[in-house]
Each structure stands twice: as C-alpha cells, then as structure tokens.
C-alpha cells in the first residue's frame, strides 16, 4: 500500500514526536508499505523517511521545486518529485497514495487533513484517512469537531469518515483493514 503521511517540518517539536514518527516509518516499511510524504529532511516528515530507510522501504518525496535548497529535502528517497506550487504538492500526493496518515503538525498539515477530509465528504475518493493521535495531540481538534455537531456545522458521519489513535500499529492495522462500501454522499444528503 502507498501512503501518504503528512506532519510537520519543525525539529524543535519534543523528541516523542520524533520517535513515534520514525517508528511509524519501520513499521510501514516492516508491513511492505511504500511512503508518499511532501520530502522534507526535518520534523516528522524526516522522522517518519528515517524510519522507513532503516527498514529498506520505498520513498517517495513530493515537493514544489522551491524547496529544493541544501538541508530541505530529504535526501535518500527513491523517487523525488518536483511540482511549481503546494497546491500541485498536494494534488499529486493524494494522486499517487492509496491512504492517508496525518502525524502532528502546524498550519499545512492541518490544511492538508482538512482537504483530504473535505474530499471524503464530498465522495471525491474513497482512500481512509486516520490521525496518529502522538501525545494526545489532536484532542482538542477533536473536541473541536465534535463541537461542530452538536451545533450542527458538521454532520455526525463527518466523525466516522477518519480513524484515529495513538498507536502506530493500530493505524496500520486500519488502513489494511479498510473496506469502503458505503455510499457517503447518499448517508448525508439534506432532503
């Protein structure tokens, strides 16, 4: 399976995350998962293409060309490419994945979560979509969402649409696991 996982650059975030990152990365590449990231050398999504070099897995980077300056890029995927803007980033990431994992994360990442949720709901693809909660990281995203429920922004099929935990085997354990047979669209449409 190709996945695409998503996280942020920083390296100044706490090591833990770090660690759960590369270890996502072994497991992945232990399980013959081949790694679609966006090519960064640092933060999670250097953490995460450490751990999958480690296991001999197959990466490959997706960046805009802009970044393409020293100590940027991860320099060790089997495959890089290179798009004019983030926009193109995004779409050929989700072009070449078969899932989705968002790690921790600022600003892009959470952007990138939001569209390929947004997507889902949508029925624009049918890849499962799961958060590696690290840290209980995303528990106030969540509490957020939820919120969004019960005040009726957001339907409650929009919950059921992405997996989360905070156990890396477990997330691959969902995304192997994964059967879509429903019809999202058809659940939620306003009569």
């Known amino acids: 399976m190709r996945i695409c996982v998503y996280g942020a650059a920083s390296d100044e975030i706490d090591h833990s995350y770090l660690d759960s990152a590369e270890s996502l990365g072994q497991k992945m590449a232990k399980r013959s998962h081949s790694l679609i990231f966006g090519g960064g050398a640092s933060g999670i999504m ?5 751990g999958m070099k480690s296991g001999d897995g197959y990466i490959v980077g997706v960046s805009p060309s802009f970044f ?5 890029l991860y320099d060790e995927c089997d495959e890089m490419i290179y798009t004019d803007t983030m926009r193109q980033r995004k779409q050929k990431m989700e072009e070449l994945c078969d899932a989705f ?5 600022g600003i892009g990442t ?4 939001f569209e390929i949720l947004t997507l889902r709901s949508l029925d624009r693809h049918k890849k499962p979509i799961a958060i590696l909660n690290t840290n209980g990281y995303y528990d106030s995203l969540i509490k957020f969402l939820e919120d969004g ?10 919950l059921e649409l992405f997996f989360i935990s ?4 477990e997330i691959l354990d ?6 879509d047979d429903t019809d999202y ?7």
């Open 46 to 50: 250097g953490a995460v293409a450490r």
């Open 149 to 158: 429920v019960n005040q009726k922004f957001l339907k409650k099929e929009n």
């Open 174 to 179: 969902f995304l192997e696991n994964y059967h």
């Open 185 to 191: 669209i058809e659940k939620t449409r306003f009569n």
């Open 68 to 72: 393409n300056v020293d100590g940027i």
């Open 101 to 105: 994992i968002v790690g921790v994360g």
């Open 110 to 113: 959470f952007e990138e979560f």
């Open 166 to 169: 905070d156990d890396e085997k």
